[in-house]
């Protein structure tokens, strides 16, 4: 038999059985041969190439559904990263880290300005990268590390320089506070042409990469546990009504961030600047962080999520 004809036949065992769901002694009926010739030719048809089967875990199935309902109800692209029974708030950090990184690799081409916002999500997320050269990568920070101690700066250089070290990227920091004590001191700072220089290389961002902080996340957000805030600071942000922040900038539950007073004094790049920048990748484990997570989705900030399913969960549980 001529190969193309033994091919077409093939293809009609195989779409039968497959395709129309029919038995083997059906089929063997039909095409006047034997059961045990039938299973020869969907060897065969699989052999050829033919028929492809792929095999769908159940994770990949509940992990989908909960990724197609965040991407319906804000509108964005969503990854979300399976979780294993038992697994701690770390494991789940790590886990999440590790698929942000992956993304966040797929993101980045010659050229690329990233702008990254510190904290303990992106430390983790920018352990995992791989290292290759990305040929005129610039890396810009996006908020700033100082706090109350003169200390943060130390931190945050360093896990810059990692970045740096893996993608062979220059690295333009932001040598401010995270939060000034007064608003004029701030408006003074961003007159200075250091300061201005950095904003611009911010606005020139393409990519940027960033995570939500909670008040009370089980693996604690850096600016909440490392002396950047004091207590009349949180008691003036919980009067505000804030949930969270995004690059050290806070929100409310709704998204909206005006009139939240200790904005006025921070140094975070403004959610309306963050628009802005094409590819906005935002990374979140820890099901604590789901709220200030709504609050980010709800103000468009993102257009990539990448999240662990217990997080996905109680995003979605949220009324």
Not at 84 to 106: F, I, K, P, Y
Not at 119 to 141: C, D, N, S
Request: aromatic content about 6%.
């Amino acid at each position: 038999m001529p190969r193309e004809s033994r091919l077409d036949l093939l293809y009609t065992a195989a779409r039968m059985y497959y395709g129309d769901g029919q038995t083997m002694e059906a089929i063997a009926g039909d095409l006047d041969v034997s059961r045990s010739t039938v299973s020869r030719m969907l060897r065969d048809a699989r052999d050829e190439g033919l028929v492809q089967i792929s095999l769908r875990p159940p994770e990949a199935q509940r992990v989908g559904e909960l990724a197609h309902r965040i991407a319906r109800q804000y509108g964005v692209q969503v990854h979300v990263v399976p979780t294993s029974s038992g697994a701690d708030e770390r494991e789940r950090l790590s886990t999440v880290a590790e698929a942000g990184g992956d993304l966040l690799d797929d993101m980045l081409e010659p050229g690329t300005t990233l702008g990254i916002a510190w904290g303990t999500t992106m430390a983790a997320l920018l352990g995992t990268v791989r290292a290759r050269p990305v040929p005129g990568l610039r890396i810009v920070q996006l908020n700033g590390a100082i706090n109350t101690e003169g200390s943060g700066l130390t931190y945050i250089a360093t896990v810059l320089a990692r970045a740096a070290t893996r993608w062979d990227a220059t690295v333009h920091q932001f040598p401010v506070p995270a939060f000034f004590d007064y608003p004029a001191t701030r408006e003074a700072m961003w007159r200075e042409r250091s300061v201005q220089r950095v904003l611009a290389t911010q606005r020139e961002a393409t990519v940027a990469v960033f995570s939500v902080g909670a008040f009370d996340a089980e693996v604690p957000s850096h600016v909440y546990t490392h002396n950047y805030l004091t207590e009349d600071d949180l008691r003036s942000l919980r009067a505000d009504g804030a949930v969270g922040d995004v690059c050290t900038v806070f929100l409310r539950a709704d998204g909206t961030h005006r009139e939240i007073a200790l904005n006025r004094r921070g140094s975070g790049i403004a959610p309306d600047r963050l628009l802005r920048i094409p590819r906005r990748l935002l990374v979140v484990s820890g099901s604590r962080k789901a709220l200030p997570l709504r609050a980010a989705l709800r103000a468009g900030l993102a257009t990539d999520v990448v999240v662990d399913e217990v997080t996905a969960r109680s995003l979605l549980a949220l009324r």
